[in-house]
Structures are given as structure tokens and as C-alpha cells.
């Protein structure tokens, strides 16, 4: 197959030459086998496809300047499938099956890793699904288990940019007691009505509140949310969020730095006391936020108007980005480097 231009690539899908795929069936799964079709056969009755039984993973393979591939905390990518799975009654793929599919995905297809200095990174799309035939609403006795990946751009192709989003108030993403600590499709296909009209009216996302009382942030679209308070990293705490391991990552950058972590609800009235805000997320690593709209109460809540990510965002962003890129030492732990 042609090599993509790797230097010149924008955020979306490209095929790659091998994909991993695993099959769990009669209570146990299948060894990884390797294929070079981007399609699937599936059951025209699978429950992936009728009931939402899908959950997926996203995390990235960094070339460093030593001509190394690292990957950042596939471990918690891993646990956290677990806990999808479990979420809406899948069979869980254990860790080393997942580690095994993922590293091997990367390695047939190291020749896709962008090289160091471009800000572009193989990203990692591990996904699971029932995929056994069921007429009732039930979990299915079988899945299938997929890591393929793709080439990615720069979020931000010109540098790090400060963005404009809506707080949503007439959609949820995910109820309290529903799936929104999960990463099931099913948690995007509710959030896809938010997301638009958000786009449609200028902004770079939505901003969504917790469904109970619309008093609490919850997450910025596909991202969780922070907000700089003096000495503090400020991000929701809510049971209907993604726990998002860009997130956990920079509570601990922050520490390290001599900040304090604080997980707790954030009321919307408290956005206007923070002096940076940000969403975070494997994609763009933080998406720095310039100006939050709440068109329904007509409030604007400004951060940087000149055009330039905090002080804070970007000492948070650089060095994790520096981390991930094997720029910096590994002091947390994170990587592991690809023999
Ligand atoms: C809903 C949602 N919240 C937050 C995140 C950020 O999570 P992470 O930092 O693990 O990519 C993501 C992306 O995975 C997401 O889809």
C-alpha cells in the first residue's frame, strides 16, 4: 500500500496494513489473529448492533528522538475497558489479551508511527462488541475484540489555541446512574445533538451539565474539564463522566509542580472565578478554553482573549507533552517503551 505523507496529516481515519482481532465464544476468547481487511463480517442480530453492546478505547503510540515508540498508560486504557465491559454486560477483555492486541497492532504497523517533531502519534482504537445473534434484549453469549489503528495529525495544526465552547442545557450526554462513566458508543450517540448545534453556532464544543439538577459542570464534549484557581487544578467530580486519564495525568503533573488537586462538583456561577480553564483528552492533549458561552442564562465566562493559552495550561501541557514524547524522564512511571 502507498505510505501516507506521515509529516502532513490531518486528525482522521487512514488505513493502515493489519488490524488484531479476538473472538470470545463458548466462555472463552480466541488467540489474536492478524488481518488486512478493514471490514467485519457481522450478524445481521448482533447485540453490538441492536442494543448498543459496544464499548472502544483511545490512546497513542509517541516516536521519540532515540527512534523508540512509547505508549502512555495503556494499563489504565486497559482497566478501563474492563470496567465498560462490565458496565453494559460484556465479556471483559483481560489485560494481557488487550496488551497483547494492542502491541502487536503497533508493531505490524510501526512503519504508520509519524515521526518525532511533527506532533503527530499512531493513534490506538481498541474495540469490543457483541457480536452473537439475540432477538431479546440480552447480553450475547459472543464478542469481538478489534485494535486497529491510524495516523494522526496535530490537534492543533498551527499550535496549541484557545477555543470557544456553549454550555448545553436542552441535551444530556449520560444520566447519573446510566453509562456515563463508560466508554460505550451508545454515551456518543447521545452527545452527537449537543455537539452539532454547538458547531453550528461557532463554538469548538459543548459543554454539558450534570442531568440532575443542570447546576454542575460534567465534561466539555469527548473531553473532562479544569479550571485554574490560584494554586489549584479544579475538575468535576460526577457519576456521569469519563474518567479521563489525560486528566488524572495532569492532577499529578500539577502536584508535582506544587499545585492542589481538587475533584469536586463545580458549580456553573463558579466559572467565573477561575483564571484558566481547560478540557482534556487524549486527542489534543488540553484544549485551552478562551470564552464559555451559556446562551439560555446569557452569561460569557472569558479566559485568555488574547489569543494564548494560561501560563498554568501550557506548563501542564508542555510537560506532559514532553513525558509522552520521551523528551522528558518518565518521573510518574507512565511509558513503555516498544522493544
Ligand atoms: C467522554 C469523554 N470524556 C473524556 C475523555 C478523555 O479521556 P482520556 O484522557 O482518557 O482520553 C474522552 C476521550 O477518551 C471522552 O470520550
Redesign the pocket.
Known sequence: MEQPDLKNLHFGYIKTDYNIRCYYKNGKWSKPEVSTSEYIDIHIAATGLHYGQEAF???KAYMGKDGKIRLFRWQ??AK?MILSAEGIKMAVVPGKLFRDAIFQAVKLNKHFVPPYGTGATLYIRPLLFGSGAEVGVKPSSEYTFIVFVTPVGPYFKEGIKPVDMMICRDVD?AAPLGT?TF?VGG??AA?LRALIAAREGGYSSAIFLDAREKKYID??????FYGIKGDKYITPKSNS?????????LIDIAASMGMKGERRRIPVGELSTFSEAGA????AVITPIARIVDPDKNMVYEYCTDGKPGPVTMKLYNKLVAIQNGDEPDEFGWMTVME
Do not use: F, Q, V
Request: aromatic share 4%; hydrophobic share 25%.
Open positions: 478505547e483511545g490512546l489504565e486504557n478501563r450526554r456515563g466508554k454515551n456518543y452527545s465534561e466539555c464534549g469527548p473531553a473532562n463522566i469519563l474518567n479521563s486519564i489525560t486528566n488524572m495525568s482534556c483528552g487524549t486527542a
